[in-house]
């Protein structure tokens, strides 16, 4: 199974852009496809969108039209998360998880998640 | 989208117990439900996917069932590595959405 690791915590101001990132290892990055995740301090789980680095496509959930941008390396193994205009209600940890090959949808291994703090 | 319920917010069970845990989808998503588990400060764990498949390595002891808009987790014998909160998760349709979560606790 593939394990993926994350980039660390980061406080940022308001206004500002933060990028996560997620390395894979123990598998062939191009055979997965990524998606975000985020949870608010003691809140549930809201997925932001994903990326099929084997066609360079990606997709989004339309609360973050405009403010998330997701790619992937394919040369590092590595995807990433960029979140612009911060602002306080986008305090979460993030996280990155593959989406299993056998029920779509399905995010069968996660990254240990970032948390990302704004403040002013 | 579609909306995730989960009727429960907390549980109190014993170990040994067997609990239930249900979800409801605002339309119908035919099988397309997932269970996860999260203990405090852990990335969410996938238990059971297409409502009724367990996923690998997880313990027989957690099932699940449901299907159009109604669906439910099972956990049998609870044990102590079980008391943790679960969330169920519709992959039918983009955004892919969550329920708010069961915290099930140590009665």
């Known amino acids: 199974q593939v394990q993926l690791v994350q980039s660390g915590a980061e406080v940022k101001r308001p206004g500002s852009s933060v990028t996560v990132s997620c390395k894979a290892s123990g598998g062939s990055f191009v055979n997965y496809a990524f998606s975000w995740v985020r949870q608010a301090p003691g809140q549930g789980l809201e997925w932001m969108g994903g990326i099929v680095p084997v066609f360079g496509t990606s997709n989004h959930a339309q609360i973050f039209k405009g403010r998330v941008t997701i790619t992937a390396n394919k040369s590092t193994d590595t995807a990433y998360m960029e979140l612009s205009s911060l602002r306080s209600e986008d305090t979460a940890i993030y996280y990155c998880a593959t989406i299993s090959t056998l029920s779509r949808g399905t995010f069968d291994s996660w990254g240990q998640g970032a948390l990302i703090t704004v403040s002013s | 989208d579609i909306q995730m319920t989960q009727s429960q917010s907390s549980l109190s069970a014993s170990v040994g117990d067997t609990i239930t845990i249900s979800c409801r989808a605002s339309?119908?998503?035919?099988?397309?439900l997932n269970w996860y588990q999260q203990k405090p400060g852990k990335a969410p764990n996938l238990l059971i996917y297409?409502?009724?498949t367990l996923q690998s390595r997880v313990p027989s002891r957690f099932s699940g069932s449901g299907s159009g808009t109604d669906f439910t987790l099972t956990i049998s014998s609870l044990q102590p590595e079980d008391f943790a909160t679960y969330f169920c998760?519709?992959?039918?349709?983009?955004?892919?959405?969550f329920g708010p979560g069961t915290k099930v606790e140590i009665k």
């Open positions: 998760q519709q992959s039918y349709r983009t955004p892919w959405t």
């Open positions: 339309q119908a998503i035919n099988n397309y």
């Open positions: 297409g409502a009724t």
